[in-house]
C-alpha cells in the first residue's frame, strides 16, 4: 500500500497535509483503521524544505505506528546525507542523527536514491535505520545513450565518491580534493573544490559524466571543463539528484551537450523516471 502526501506529478495526494497559521504542520491520514497490520508506504520528497518536510515524515511514521501499521517511507533524496563525517570538534553529524531520528519515529525501513554516504546499492543499515538504496546509474546511462542515438560513450564519474555509478559500465572515476570551509552569503557555509583531476584519456570521445547530485554545479564545471580541455566531443551531465542552486544549470546548459536528472527532485531537465525504477525492481 502506497500513500503520499505531496508528489502530485506522481500520484494523487491521498495524505492531508497543512499548516496551522503559526507555521506548526498539520497531518491527517484518512482510513488509517484498515492499515493496521499492513506494510505502509509512504511517498514523501524530503526536499526542497528539508526541516519541514522531514518533520511531516517523522509525523506520518509515527501516526501510522500507533495505528499498528508497518511504515515505511520511500523519500528518492535523503536530505543532510552529505554530513555523515565531522571536521571539526562539536559539529553535528546530521546524517546519523537523521536516521536514528526516522528510525525512532517508527520507520521500518528507508527506501532512497543513491544515498551519499552509502556509495553502493542494495539494503544496510546506518544509525540504527535499515536503508534500501537504490541505483539510478544504469537509467542514467541508458537515457544518455538514447540521447546519443546509439553513438558510443564514455561514462565517469566527478569523484571516486560516485565511483559505483559508473562501474559495471567501464567506467573510470576522476579525482576531487576539497578544500577548507569557506563562508558563503550569510550564514552559508561550503567547501571549495581544490582540485579535481584526470589519469585517462577522453580525446575524441563522447563522456557522460555521471555524479550522484548536482547542487551548486560545481564540481559538474569543473569536470566539464576538464574532459573539454581533454578533447572531448560531445558532453553530458547526469545526476541521480539536481538541485542546481544560483545559475548553475544555466552554466551547465551553456557548457555541455545535454543535462539531465531523475525526477527525484523536479526541475525542467529530470528526465529519468525513478518511479519506474522503483517499481521495476519491485520496490512500490
Ligand atoms: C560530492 O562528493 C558529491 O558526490 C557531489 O559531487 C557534490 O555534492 C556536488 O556538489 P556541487 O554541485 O556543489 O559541487
Redesign the pocket.
Same mark, same amino acid.
Given at each position: 500500500m502506497l500513500i503520499s502526501p505531496n508528489c502530485a506529478d506522481l500520484m494523487k495526494p491521498d495524505v492531508e497535509m497543512k499548516t496551522f497559521p503559526d507555521g506548526d504542520a498539520y497531518i491527517r491520514i484518512p482510513g488509517i483503521a484498515g492499515l493496521g497490520g499492513k506494510e505502509v508506504q509512504v511517498l514523501h520528497r524530503l526536499y526542497p524544505e528539508q526541516d519541514k518536510c522531514i518533520f511531516q515524515a517523522m509525523l506520518m511514521l509515527d501516526t501510522l505506528r500507533k495505528a499498528g501499521a508497518k511504515p515505511v517511507l520511500v523519500s528518492p533524496y535523503l536530505p543532510y546525507s552529505?554530513q555523515d563525517k565531522t571536521f571539526l570538534d562539536g559539529e553535528a553529524l546530521s546524517a546519523e542523527a537523521l536516521c536514528r531520528m526516522l528510525k525512532s519515529a517508527g520507520a521500518e525501513r528507508l527506501v532512497t536514491l543513491d544515498c551519499?554516504f552509502l556509495k553502493k546499492e542494495g539494503r544496510m543499515e546506518y544509525g540504527g535505520l535499515a536503508i534500501e538504496n537504490v541505483s539510478m546509474g544504469e537509467a542514467l546511462i541508458n537515457h544518455a545513450k538514447k540521447l546519443l542515438k546509439g553513438e558510443e560513450v564514455e561514462v565517469i564519474s566527478? +569523484?571516486e565518491?560516485?565511483s559505483y555509478l559508473v562501474e559495471g559500465h567501464g567506467g573510470k572515476s576522476m579525482h576531487?580534493v576539497r578544500g577548507e570551509y569557506a563562508q558563503g552569503e550569510g550564514r552559508e557555509t561550503?567547501r571549495k573544490?581544490a582540485k579535481l583531476e584526470r589519469e585517462f584519456d577522453v580525446g575524441g570521445k563522447n563522456v557522460l559524466i555521471l +555524479? +550522484?547530485?548536482? !547542487?551548486?554545479?560545481?564540481?559538474?564545471v569543473r569536470a566539464v571543463e576538464n574532459v573539454r580541455k581533454g578533447g572531448a566531443k560531445k558532453v553530458l551531465c547526469a545526476a541521480t539528484q539536481g538541485?542546481f542552486?544560483k545559475d !548553475?544549470l544555466q552554466k551547465l546548459k551553456a557548457s555541455c551537450d545535454w543535462v539531465f536528472t531523475t525526477n527525484s527532485i523536479p526541475s525542467g531537465v529530470s528526465e529519468v523516471d525513478f518511479m519506474s525504477v522503483l517499481k521495476s525492481k519491485g520496490l512500490i
Open positions: 552529505r551519499h566527478p +569523484d565518491g560516485a576531487k561550503y573544490i +555524479d +550522484d547530485m548536482i !547542487s551548486t554545479g560545481g564540481t559538474m538541485f542552486l !548553475s
